[in-house]
């Protein structure tokens, strides 16, 4: 990214690859824990920082770390990037969409190619998911929306409240 550009890296490393002990879940299954740095280095640090087995965490795994920095300054000519735009870009902000294009043709000038790709029943995929994940949230979080329901936005408190009016609680 140019100099000249403000920006953030945010990376979701593959499920298990970063602890998530003691981070307050929303959903066991689906939760990620991952570096919000302002550079791709600083991102590979931290992944090498964060990265690795926890014996506090059952989700992550006992596999030898990489070392995440060693590919930096590579480059990314002949590298495909599939870019899902169908489903993802159907309520996706002005701003946000111009932003994402942009990002999109500077990855181009840089010598990535950009295809276009369809994830098969993406709808439905999202919505067992998001199912799931709000049930697990419910669970999670039952006792606090019972004893401390300020310590919650209104539209967690909402999204919650509408799974309690459609399903179990």
Same mark, same amino acid.
């Given at each position: 990214m140019p100099a000249s550009v403000c920006g953030v890296v945010g990376l979701k490393p593959t499920y298990g690859r970063v602890s998530k002990a003691g981070v307050l879940p929303l959903s066991y299954l689906f939760d990620h824990t991952g570096p919000i740095t302002r550079t791709v280095e600083d991102a590979a640090l931290m992944l090498n920082a964060l990265a690795g087995y926890d014996p506090a965490d059952p989700s992550t795994v006992r596999i030898p770390v990489d070392d995440y920095t060693a590919a930096l300054g590579g480059g990314i000519r002949g590298l495909r990037i599939g870019?899902?735009?169908?489903?993802?870009? $159907?309520?996706l902000d002005d701003e946000v969409a111009a932003a994402v294009a942009q990002a999109i043709g500077e990855l181009r000038a840089l010598g990535a190619e950009i295809v276009d790709v369809e994830v098969a029943d993406v709808e439905r995929g999202v919505g067992a998911i998001l199912g799931l994940v709000l049930a697990e949230a419910?669970?999670?979080? $039952?006792?606090?929306l019972r004893t401390r329901p300020g310590n919650f936005g209104a539209d967690v408190r909402d999204v919650l409240a509408t799974r309690c009016r459609t399903g179990p609680c």
């Amino acid at each position: 990214m140019p100099a000249s550009v403000c920006g953030v890296v945010g990376l979701k490393p593959t499920y298990g690859r970063v602890s998530k002990a003691g981070v307050l879940p929303l959903s066991y299954l689906f939760d990620h824990t991952g570096p919000i740095t302002r550079t791709v280095e600083d991102a590979a640090l931290m992944l090498n920082a964060l990265a690795g087995y926890d014996p506090a965490d059952p989700s992550t795994v006992r596999i030898p770390v990489d070392d995440y920095t060693a590919a930096l300054g590579g480059g990314i000519r002949g590298l495909r990037i599939g870019v899902p735009r169908s489903y993802f870009y $159907a309520q996706l902000d002005d701003e946000v969409a111009a932003a994402v294009a942009q990002a999109i043709g500077e990855l181009r000038a840089l010598g990535a190619e950009i295809v276009d790709v369809e994830v098969a029943d993406v709808e439905r995929g999202v919505g067992a998911i998001l199912g799931l994940v709000l049930a697990e949230a419910l669970e999670i979080h $039952a006792e606090g929306l019972r004893t401390r329901p300020g310590n919650f936005g209104a539209d967690v408190r909402d999204v919650l409240a509408t799974r309690c009016r459609t399903g179990p609680c």
